[in-house]
C-alpha cells in the first residue's frame, strides 16, 4: 500500500471530455480509477429511473457513506495515484462533502451556452457560469426537454 497516495477528485458535469481524461489516467500503470462513484447512490437515494438502473445499483455502493469509505481508502492495486472521475449533479444534498477535502480536487468547466446547445436545453442569454444575470442558479435539470 502507497503511504500517502495522490487522490484526484475530478469534478464534471455533462459534456466536458470528463470520460476522455479518465481513460487517459487508466492508461498509466501508476494509476487506478474509478468512473462515476456516486451514481448508485445517486440513483438508490433520488429514485432517478436512469438507463441500465438495475446494473448500476448492483454494480456499486448504494450508500454514499461506503463510496466515501473505499474513496479514503487502500486504492485498488496499491498504486499511487488515484484518479476518481465525479458528476457534480451525482452529489445530492443529502451527502456530507467533509471528506472533499482530503482530496486534490479538480474542476472540467465549459462554457455552459455551449453545453446546453449539445444538449438541447434553453438558456437565456444572460446567464454566466449556471447563474443568471438575477444571481440565481439555474436548476439544469429542470430545463431538460
Wanted: hydrophobic content about 40%.
Amino acid at each position: 500500500m502507497v503511504p500517502d497516495p495522490i487522490r484526484i477528485a475530478m469534478w464534471s458535469g455533462p459534456r466536458n471530455i470528463s470520460t476522455a481524461l479518465m481513460r487517459s489516467f487508466g492508461t498509466r500503470p501508476d494509476a487506478a480509477v474509478v468512473d462515476e462513484p456516486f451514481y448508485a447512490a445517486y440513483l438508490a437515494d433520488s429514485g432517478s429511473m436512469h438507463p441500465m438502473r438495475a446494473e448500476v445499483l448492483a454494480s456499486q455502493p448504494n450508500n454514499w457513506r461506503e463510496v466515501v469509505t473505499r474513496l479514503l481508502g487502500p486504492v485498488p492495486g496499491g498504486k499511487p495515484i488515484y484518479y476518481q472521475k465525479h458528476m457534480t449533479h451525482h452529489m445530492l444534498d443529502s451527502f456530507g462533502r467533509e471528506w472533499i477535502g482530503r482530496m486534490r480536487n479538480c474542476y472540467l468547466i465549459r462554457d455552459p451556452q455551449a453545453s446546453v446547445a449539445i444538449l438541447r436545453w434553453p438558456i437565456s442569454a444572460s446567464c454566466n457560469n449556471g447563474s443568471c444575470s438575477s444571481g440565481k442558479r439555474i436548476d439544469w435539470a429542470a430545463h431538460r426537454r
